[in-house]
């Protein structure tokens, strides 16, 4: 049996942690129900509150975590940097507003026995010392990427950026792909197409393409949440360079393909396009170097019409490792 009726849960949740999850388990296995509320003023315009909710929803589903609630955001919070008195009497009148009355606050913060006692409630500390969870949201937020182990994949999956390499058929697109991955010691995603284009024999349809985009951007949001992941992920090809394949062998798109391949130019971070000055290699699927030419080219076209940057990366393998490197590594906060 609980030992309370309804538990509240109050923080900026900014981003979403281990330190978070802890307190959600303590109140989910101490009280009936919970709500929990999430609130910064001023809000995080990388990671709006909409966006941290869902955070805690897709962690805590509610096909399994019925009892949990979350609240939604109120008008005029006060400011962070208000006393705490002020942020208690909000809290107090925006909860009676909702008709929620929580006999229980859990906490990992000192303010938390105050803002208990302003609502009639009792305190619960969890982890105050930060013993179980070594971690604090202003720790996080000074280097994601350091501190990424206390985050859940879906969490940390939003810092991770996407970058793309593009490139004609035989500019070692793929091969610099893999080695930026292991390079920079995190996951990469091959080509989608080329395991269709196998598949099919080379038959393919419109219909196909837009399955090859779809399945390359699962792909891309897979690796985002795999367990190698670190700061970025390498993608060989996009849904540009789809749309482009499927006018090339089909004479012909589907709407949902354009729209994928117009989303390209906010889905990557950076854009690297291979130059034509390797060597062209049959491996019994590529067409010849004279083609491989005129793909360079609508490829060159797309990025410019749609306004993307790009990057030239030229000759080998290491040197052009050496190009992305010094332009992602300038790019670091």
Wanted: proline share 6%.
């Amino acid at each position: 049996m609980p030992e309370f009726r309804h538990g509240l849960i109050i923080g900026k949740f900014a981003p979403f942690h281990q330190g978070h999850q802890l307190l959600i388990d303590r109140a989910l296995a101490r009280c009936e129900r919970v709500s929990v509320w999430v609130y910064s003023r001023p809000d995080f315009s990388t990671m709006p509150s909409p966006l941290r909710r869902n955070w805690v929803r897709e962690i805590y589903p509610v096909r399994f975590f019925p009892q949990l609630a979350l609240l939604p955001d109120a008008p005029n919070p006060p400011l962070n940097t208000e006393p705490d008195a002020v942020h208690r009497a909000y809290v107090r009148s925006v909860l009676g507003g909702w008709g929620v009355w929580p006999d229980v606050v859990l906490t990992s913060e000192a303010y938390g026995e105050a803002l208990a006692a302003e609502l009639g409630a009792a305190h619960v500390m969890v982890d105050g010392a930060r013993e179980g969870v070594p971690i604090s949201g202003t720790q996080l937020r000074s280097d994601i990427h350091q501190y990424r182990e206390y985050l859940d994949p879906a969490v940390y999956a939003h810092f991770v950026q996407r970058i793309v390499v593009l490139g004609a058929e035989s500019t070692g697109k793929s091969t610099l792909t893999q080695a930026l991955g292991e390079a920079f010691r995190t996951t990469w995603v091959r080509e989608y197409g080329r395991d269709v284009y196998e598949r099919e024999n080379g038959a393919l349809t419109p219909e196909h393409f837009l399955e090859i985009a779809l399945g390359h951007r699962a792909l891309e949001d897979e690796a985002a949440r795999s367990a190698g992941v670190n700061r970025w992920v390498f993608s060989d090809t996009n849904a540009a360079t789809t749309l482009m394949w499927s006018y090339l062998l089909t004479g012909a798109a589907l709407p949902e393909l354009h729209a994928l391949a117009d989303a390209c130019k906010t889905r990557y971070a950076h854009t690297f396009l291979c130059d034509t000055d390797l060597p062209h290699e049959q491996d019994g699927w590529r067409a010849n170097t004279e083609v491989r030419t005129v793909q360079q080219g609508f490829i060159l076209q797309d990025l410019e019409t749609r306004g993307v940057p790009f990057q030239w990366v030229r000759g080998s393998v290491p040197e052009r490792l050496q190009q992305v490197a010094r332009s992602l590594t300038s790019a670091v906060p």
